[in-house]
């Protein structure tokens, strides 16, 4: 278990001067034990093999305070007793301060449970208290064979959060059908922007739209960009790709979600066109599914989503207070059991279907 072997009273097999004595020459050795006159005797031992300082320590507080002082200390020898049922604790304690400098602990009666104890705590050896023979030769042999100190493991860096944009028509549109992807996405560390291109029409106090906008966005856990393209009249041409490849050249995506090809909504399909060309340069885009969908929409991934994820999503659309009351595809039995449906493609109770319209990712990561 030991480097070298448990030894009993007086029967150390090990070698020992000259091999075994010359790496105590000049080392300065802490000697803690519960009796003086031991402590004075394997001190005395240790002397006599080189040891140029050896302190001794007849009591943990004592043991304690040498081995927080500001001294330079080769190797320790510990009695167990000191530490009680905390041995392995009483170890770290000083690897912790002194982390190049072996520790011996010695036992009266060493048991599997203690060699245990020592073994977690990485004492060097585990050595008969009444043995000072024994143990000057253990202390050689921990100061020939040092053990080297563990190094911290250099900390990773954090890795990049994904980042992801969303790309809808109108206020609401990302929240139906991605609301529940947005939000376990944001809470696996995800960076995700929202893009709204157009504010709505319809009734209603357009700047107390546009807050309950960001506060649908930030309820899910993503920023929001909204733009100000005329409901309704969205075009798919140049005019509405520049405005996307504003938000993709900020977003930097790394994968976008957008309206269906597939869908009766001419802004839904217009911005599905546009963010096309806009986001050629990303290497996954998927399509969500809309109210507006048709039967033609066809998806092929499914995002898991918990309780928690269909609640956020439903939060987030009543944040649309001025919107959410007077629309069917609003109502929360069918949100609900729409996320229910799709669950039985994901092995989970709800999920959001998505439409991979490019996945070039080199690895599928999530
Ligand atoms: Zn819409």
Same mark, same amino acid.
């Given at each position: 278990?030991?480097?070298?072997?448990?030894?009993?009273?007086?029967?150390?097999?090990?070698?020992?001067?000259?091999?075994?004595?010359?790496? %105590?020459?000049?080392?300065?050795?802490?000697?803690?034990?519960?009796?003086?006159?031991?402590?004075?005797?394997?001190?005395?031992?240790?002397?006599?093999?080189?040891?140029?300082?050896?302190?001794?320590?007849?009591?943990? &507080?004592?043991?304690?305070?040498?081995?927080?002082?500001?001294?330079?200390?080769?190797?320790?020898?510990?009695?167990?007793?000191?530490?009680?049922?905390?041995?392995?604790?009483?170890?770290?304690?000083?690897?912790?301060?002194?982390?190049?400098?072996?520790?011996?602990?010695?036992?009266?009666?060493?048991?599997?449970? !203690?060699?245990?104890?020592?073994?977690? *705590?990485?004492?060097?050896?585990?050595?008969?208290?009444?043995?000072?023979?024994?143990?000057?030769?253990?202390?050689?042999?921990?100061?020939?064979?040092?053990?080297?100190?563990?190094?911290?493991?250099?900390?990773?860096?954090?890795?990049?959060?994904?980042?992801?944009?969303?790309?809808?028509?109108?206020?609401?549109?990302?929240?139906?059908?991605?609301?529940?992807?947005?939000?376990?996405?944001? *809470?696996?560390?995800?960076?995700?922007?929202?893009?709204? %291109?157009?504010?709505?029409?319809?009734?209603?106090?357009?700047?107390?739209?546009?807050?309950?906008?960001?506060?649908?966005?930030?309820?899910?856990?993503?920023?929001?960009? +909204?733009?100000? +393209?005329?409901?309704?009249? =969205? &075009?798919?041409?140049?005019?509405?790709?520049?405005?996307?490849?504003?938000?993709?050249?900020?977003?930097?995506?790394? +994968?976008?979600?957008?309206?269906?090809?597939?869908?009766?909504?001419?802004?839904?399909?217009?911005?599905?066109?546009?963010?096309?060309?806009?986001?050629? @340069?990303?290497?996954?885009?998927?399509?969500? @599914?809309?109210?507006?969908?048709?039967?033609?929409?066809?998806?092929?991934?499914?995002?898991?989503?918990? $309780? $928690?994820?269909?609640?956020?999503?439903?939060?987030? =659309? &009543?944040?649309?207070?001025?919107?959410?009351?007077?629309?069917?595809? %609003?109502?929360?039995?069918?949100?609900?059991?729409?996320? !229910?449906?799709?669950?039985?493609?994901?092995?989970?109770?709800?999920?959001?279907?998505?439409?991979?319209?490019?996945?070039?990712?080199?690895?599928?990561?999530?």
């Amino acid at each position: 278990m030991f480097p070298s072997s448990s030894r009993g009273s007086g029967d150390d097999q090990r070698p020992s001067a000259p091999d075994a004595g010359a790496p %105590l020459a000049g080392a300065r050795l802490l000697v803690g034990d519960r009796d003086a006159a031991t402590a004075a005797a394997t001190a005395e031992a240790l002397r006599t093999r080189g040891a140029a300082h050896v302190r001794t320590a007849v009591s943990p &507080r004592e043991f304690r305070a040498a081995e927080h002082a500001d001294q330079v200390w080769d190797l320790a020898v510990c009695d167990g007793a000191f530490a009680g049922d905390a041995l392995t604790e009483f170890l770290e304690e000083w690897h912790a301060h002194h982390p190049a400098a072996p520790v011996i602990v010695t036992e009266d009666r060493p048991s599997a449970a !203690r060699a245990v104890a020592a073994l977690r *705590g990485r004492a060097a050896d585990l050595v008969a208290r009444h043995d000072p023979d024994a143990l000057a030769g253990a202390a050689a042999h921990a100061l020939a064979h040092p053990r080297r100190a563990p190094q911290a493991a250099p900390a990773a860096p954090a890795p990049e959060p994904v980042r992801m944009l969303v790309v809808g028509a109108h206020p609401d549109d990302v929240e139906i059908a991605a609301g529940g992807t947005i939000h376990r996405r944001a *809470g696996d560390g995800w960076d995700i922007t929202v893009l709204t %291109l157009s504010p709505g029409g319809g009734g209603g106090d357009p700047v107390e739209r546009r807050r309950e906008a960001h506060r649908a966005a930030e309820s899910m856990g993503a920023r929001l960009v +909204l733009e100000d +393209l005329p409901d309704g009249s =969205i &075009r798919d041409d140049s005019s509405t790709v520049r405005v996307i490849e504003r938000t993709v050249a900020e977003a930097a995506p790394d +994968l976008v979600l957008v309206h269906s090809d597939h869908d009766t909504h001419q802004d839904h399909r217009a911005v599905h066109r546009a963010t096309r060309v806009a986001c050629r @340069q990303v290497p996954r885009v998927f399509c969500y @599914q809309s109210p507006s969908a048709t039967v033609a929409y066809r998806p092929n991934r499914f995002v898991q989503l918990r $309780e $928690e994820d269909v609640d956020a999503k439903l939060s987030a =659309i &009543r944040a649309h207070g001025s919107q959410a009351s007077s629309r069917w595809y %609003l109502e929360e039995d069918l949100l609900r059991s729409t996320a !229910r449906y799709w669950g039985r493609y994901s092995r989970s109770r709800y999920a959001e279907p998505l439409e991979v319209l490019r996945d070039a990712a080199p690895v599928l990561t999530h």
